[in-house]
């Protein structure tokens, strides 16, 4: 069974900065994808960053430049640093984790909520 725990999570002013990290344990395959989604009120949940175990990344048009997301393979962790945050980023985080064997296992987090508000 996998486990996915965030961490980091809170309230920042416009123009701030904020580290989301989530670690994960159990029995996750080599290959694989780890990454970031955020869900507003009212809205669909939709991709901020991921990254492959290789270190292949990709970003939200939204957000490159601003966020930044990395890994530590030998921890099974992914971050996410946040910087330049706008009231338009405020959102619950959910960390997730993916990989292909015959089928497709996605794995998340339980969210972690970023408010972005002077």
């Known amino acids: 069974q996998v486990q996915l725990v965030e961490s980091g999570g809170g309230l920042v002013q416009p123009g701030g900065s904020l580290r989301l990290s989530c670690a994960a344990s159990?029995?996750?395959?080599?290959?694989?994808?780890m990454g970031w989604y955020r869900q507003a009120p009212g809205k669909e949940r939709e991709l901020v960053a991921a990254?492959?175990?290789?270190?292949?990344?990709n970003y939200a048009d939204s957000v490159k430049g601003r966020f930044t997301i990395s890994r530590d393979n030998a921890k099974n962790t992914v971050y996410l640093q946040m910087n330049s945050l706008k009231p338009e980023d405020t959102a619950v985080y959910y960390c997730n984790l993916n990989w292909w064997v015959i089928t497709r296992r996605v794995y998340w987090g339980q969210g972690t909520q970023v408010t972005v508000s002077s």
């Open positions: 990254i492959t175990n290789g270190g292949n990344t």
């Open positions: 159990g029995s996750i395959f080599s290959t694989n994808t």
